[in-house]
């Protein structure tokens, strides 16, 4: 019978506690997430403070099984957009491909953020959607240049990976920067907004030397849709770009957010299969 009144005396007590705590401490965030560890093999962890977004980048670089045997082999580089999404699946595929002899080996480098998931969140939409010019400049001026001064690449063969608004910024750069990516793998972008990008690139271009894959979710959001990727596809079809190679797919009963792994091994395998 004592039950309640106690259960009221200890809140009203917690209440007079809390009321003595400065309010500084009150304020205080909750604890961020922890960062996720990097657990593949032959993959180094670096950092990259970059002077043009004025923010530090977590750059993850998987090296092929064969990078520290063949001293003399140079390899294509694969940047992966979210790698915190991304850069397992996307690794284990190439590996996997490249055992098999069905892909080439790849240096594979996701390019994220220190620091937990949802600051990740918040700077991925900066980059990929609001800012994607100063991203670009990014990738053209400091993070292509590390990887190619650091690694043995070969730098006339890189692609680059991105889903959602990573898609949005794999286009952005195809058509604003045609030379620095020969392989395009963009899952569920806004097509409507690649269309802006694709025309108006056609004004003065006729020649768009890449191999593109694009996909979506058969259940994707609308912006993403299959209609508007097919109306996408069709417009690029229609430009008869010189040494464009362009293939897509509509994944079955997939939405935006299933059709991110079956985006990445059916994409990896469009660009880079033999």
């Known amino acids: 019978m004592f039950g309640r009144p106690i259960k009221c005396a200890l809140f009203v007590s ?3 506690i809390l009321g003595m705590v400065p309010a500084a401490i009150q304020a205080q965030e909750p604890p961020a997430f922890p960062p996720v560890p990097i657990l593949l093999g032959n993959t180094e962890d670096r950092s990259l403070e970059s002077a043009i977004v004025g923010d530090t980048y977590r750059l993850s670089v998987a090296l092929p099984l064969s990078y520290f045997t063949a001293t003399g082999r140079t390899y294509p580089v694969l940047y992966v957009l979210d790698p915190h999404l991304s850069f397992g699946t996307v690794t284990d595929v190439v590996r996997v491909a490249a055992i098999g002899g069905e892909l080439p080996e790849l240096i594979v480098v996701g ?8 600051r990740a969140r918040a700077l991925r939409e900066r980059d990929y959607h609001s800012t994607p010019d100063v991203f670009l400049r990014f990738f053209l001026e400091e993070l292509i240049p590390l990887i190619d001064g650091d690694y043995r690449t070969n730098p006339a063969d890189r692609g680059i990976v991105g889903h959602s608004y990573g898609g949005d910024f ?16 963009a899952g569920s972008p806004t097509f409507a907004t690649a269309g802006v990008y694709e025309r108006a690139y056609a004004a003065d271009h006729t020649t768009l030397a890449a191999r593109v894959f694009l996909s979506a979710g058969e259940n994707d959001d609308p912006g993403s849709s299959p209609a508007r990727l097919a109306d996408f596809a069709q ?9 464009l190679a362009l293939t897509s797919q509509v994944f079955d009963g997939a939405t935006h957010f299933s059709s991110r792994p079956l985006h990445h091994v059916t994409g990896v395998y469009a660009v880079y299969g033999r």
């Open 235 to 243: 417009a690029l079809a229609s430009r008869g770009y010189a040494d």
């Open 14 to 16: 917690g209440l007079l």
């Open 170 to 185: 794999a286009l952005y750069a195809l058509f604003h920067s045609p030379e620095t990516f020969q392989r395009i793998i």
């Open 111 to 118: 390019v994220g953020y220190p620091g937990d998931l949802m």
